[in-house]
């Protein structure tokens, strides 16, 4: 895989630089750098512990001391590397055999300023009873981002979800619309399993705020029925 032609996106975390290169030369989407993984890095830094003051209604989600991680899609990094460096510090990156290349490129680019290289494993949703035992679930936060663009692959995806993540665990989803069937899907069956919670745009970052991706947060429903909130309004 050759990577020495591919454009290199910059990511500042607070003292620090991610610099993340992609492949795309390569024909799987996951070895380009996708704008909501920038979007929801950018969005943590701008809430997380210590956050701006005391009226911050994200210090609790965004404060990752203790808490046990895993990223689906994770791709070139970008999110799990972001995240790591505001101390989601225990968390395991996962994607598909033909992305793993590009991502331990950027982690071995990127351990410098990491201090470590990630832990990674291949994850196949389709597979995901017999693979979510191997990553030692439940997790308190699971992170995807960019990872709804394909209608066949929603339903692995969101059994994913839903096997990996504690009952009072998060989601932290970076989503754009790619593909209006995978979308009306997505959201169908995300609706059955999680209370859906989508960040004001005025909340995400000021240089981040791409009009046409979104934070969201998801948490298990718990049985006996809490309702769920409306689902996106493009639906």
């Known amino acids: 895989m050759k990577f020495t032609d591919s454009p290199v996106i910059e990511l500042p975390v607070r003292t620090a630089v991610l610099s993340l290169q992609q492949d795309n030369g390569s024909l ?3 070895t380009s750098v996708w704008p909501c993984s920038l979007v929801l890095v950018k969005f943590a830094e701008r809430w997380a512990p210590p956050g701006p003051d005391a009226q911050n209604p994200y210090a609790n989600l965004l404060d990752f001391h203790g808490k046990r991680a895993v990223e689906l899609g994770v791709g070139c990094g970008a999110a799990s590397m972001g995240l790591y460096l505001l101390g989601l510090t225990d968390l395991v ?6 992305v793993m290349s590009a991502l331990k490129h950027n982690l071995k680019r990127n351990k410098p300023v990491l201090g470590k290289t990630l832990k990674h494993a291949i994850v196949h949703w389709n597979k995901a009873a017999d693979q979510a035992k191997s990553l030692s679930p439940p997790y308190d936060v699971v992170v995807a981002t960019d990872v709804v663009y394909i209608e066949e692959t929603v339903g692995p995806l969101v059994s994913t979800m839903e096997a990996l993540v504690k009952d009072d665990g998060v989601v932290l989803l970076g989503y754009q ?5 995978a979308h009306q899907l997505f959201w169908e069956m995300c ?15 000021p240089d981040y705020a791409y009009e046409e991706a979104d934070v969201f947060v998801l948490r298990k429903k718990q049985k006996g029925g809490l309702t769920q909130d409306a689902a996106p309004d493009s639906l």
Do not use: C, M, N
Not at 93 to 98: E, G, I, Q, V
Not at 177 to 181: A, C, D, G, H, Y
Not at 191 to 205: G, T
């Open 28 to 30: 799987h989407v996951g």
């Open 177 to 181: 619309l790619r593909s209006p069937e």
């Open 191 to 205: 609706e059955r399993v999680f209370v859906i919670e989508k960040v004001p745009h005025q909340d995400l970052h």
């Open 93 to 98: 990156l996962t994607d598909f055999p033909a």
